[in-house]
Each structure stands twice: as structure tokens, then as C-alpha cells.
T-cell receptor, first 117, second 114 residues
Framework: DAGVIQSPRHEVTEMGQEVTLRCKPI?????LFWYRQTMMRGLELLIY????????DSGMPEDRFSAKMPNASFSTLKIQPSEPRDSAVYFC???????????????FGPGTRLTVL | AQSVAQPEDQVNVAEGNPLTVKCTYS??????LFWYVQYPNRGLQFLLK??????LVKGSYGFEAEFNKSQTSFHLKKPSALVSDSALYFC????????????FGQGTTLQVKP
């Protein structure tokens, strides 16, 4: 298995531009998570999906952020318009269900390093 | 509210010495506890977890962790540190009945010196 795949690995854009981050979860995993990591705030959960349905988006910082999961093998996180304070590493993770989900570990992708100038 | 605390930003140990990375939690109900490791420019990797049963949990790369309910702690340990163990370590928790939403600590940087 290739693991969780994220693209691009690095993204540099200018303030005001639209940014789209992509994620392919591990096949068969029912849960998908988007995280943001910064030095100041650490690791933050932005949103997560179960069977392609958003379950909890309380971590999405503002309306400029949106996430979709059109099918079981693909998800996007979009920022429009982007701002310098959005600069961070964005991780996607997936997890299998089966039994009580809460004790299944999450598998993280390599992350997308976003720089907004 | 559920929370996880890692009281040390950085832990320094000499290679071959035992290491401990501390974690305390605040969770209502039965906690499920995890340790993850992050190497530079990589995503987090799962090390071990406590769900129920034996308080001493063994995981990857020779790491283990001890669940202590009375002290609400879940410290990560290794008997003999390696330079290659140098990384950022995260403790995380959720609770039974939750839908998998993990709460992470702020992370502890482990530096193992030769």
C-alpha cells in the first residue's frame, strides 16, 4: 500500500490566490482527517469525514476554508482567498473503521507545506 | 473539556541512556491514549496505543508507555536511546464512544546526543 498520498508537497502562492490541496486516503479507510501544523498553534484538526460525509468542521478557521470528499479515494482542502497567516503544513490522515473507531490509529500523509507571500 | 499536556518542549538525553517523554491527559470517561512520532519533513507515525488491559504498552522501535490512571499520565519510555530516535513526539487522546477525533498535545522534541 502506498499510504496516504498528498499533493502538492510544496506550494508557494501569493496572497489572494486560491489554493487547493489534495489527498488520497488509504484504500478501505472510512475516515479522513485534515490537520494544520504551525509552530505557534501546533497540530490542529480542521475537519474530518466519515464515508465521504463531513462529521465535524468546527476546526475550520473561517469561511475562506472549505473541504470536500467527492468519493472514497479523494479529498480536497481549498483556501480562497489565501492569506499569509495560512502558511503552514497541512496534513491529511485516514483511519479504518471496524469496531469502535476511537481506538484505530490514524495514518498520516507526508503533508503539504504551504507558503503564502 | 478534553485535553492533553506535554509539559516539556524538549528532552535531551545521551545515547544509550533511558528516555522518558511525559504526557498527562484530561478525559471524561475511559481514555484511549496514543503516541505518535514525527521525523523532519514527514507526517506523523503511530508508535503505540493504550485502550484497555495491561498498563504497560509496548510499541514500535523499542518504545513503551505506562498508563497511570491515578496520575492521569501516559509517559513514553525507552530503556536505551538511539541518536535516530531524535524527533518530535506527540501524545494524543480520545475517549470511548467518541468518533475518532484525537486531541493532540503540543509535542516534545527529543534530542539524543552521541
Amino acid at each position: 500500500d502506498a499510504g496516504v498520498i498528498q499533493s502538492p508537497r510544496h506550494e508557494v502562492t501569493e496572497m489572494g490566490q486560491e489554493v487547493t490541496l489534495r489527498c488520497k486516503p488509504i484504500s478501505g479507510h472510512d475516515y479522513l482527517f485534515w490537520y494544520r501544523q504551525t509552530m505557534m498553534r501546533g497540530l490542529e484538526l480542521l475537519i474530518y469525514f466519515n464515508n465521504n460525509v463531513p462529521i465535524d468542521d468546527s476546526g475550520m478557521p473561517e469561511d475562506r476554508f472549505s473541504a470536500k470528499m467527492p468519493n472514497a479515494s479523494f479529498s480536497t482542502l481549498k483556501i480562497q482567498p489565501s492569506e499569509p497567516r495560512d502558511s503552514a503544513v497541512y496534513f491529511c490522515a485516514s483511519s479504518p473503521s471496524g469496531g469502535a473507531l476511537s481506538y484505530n490509529e490514524q495514518f498520516f500523509g507526508p503533508g503539504t507545506r504551504l507558503t503564502v507571500l | 473539556a478534553q485535553s492533553v499536556a506535554q509539559p516539556e518542549d524538549q528532552v535531551n538525553v545521551a545515547e544509550g541512556n533511558p528516555l522518558t517523554v511525559k504526557c498527562t491527559y484530561s478525559v471524561s470517561g475511559n481514555p484511549y491514549l496514543f503516541w505518535y512520532v514525527q521525523y523532519p519533513n514527514r507526517g506523523l507515525q503511530f508508535l503505540l496505543k493504550y485502550i484497555t488491559g495491561d498498563n504497560l504498552v509496548k510499541g514500535s522501535y523499542g518504545f513503551e508507555a505506562e498508563f497511570n490512571k491515578s496520575q492521569t499520565s501516559f509517559h513514553l519510555k525507552k530503556p536505551s536511546a538511539l541518536v535516530s530516535d531524535s524527533a518530535l513526539y506527540f501524545c494524543a487522546s480520545t475517549r470511548s464512544g467518541n468518533t475518532g477525533k484525537l486531541i493532540f498535545g503540543q509535542g516534545t522534541t527529543l534530542q539524543v546526543k552521541p
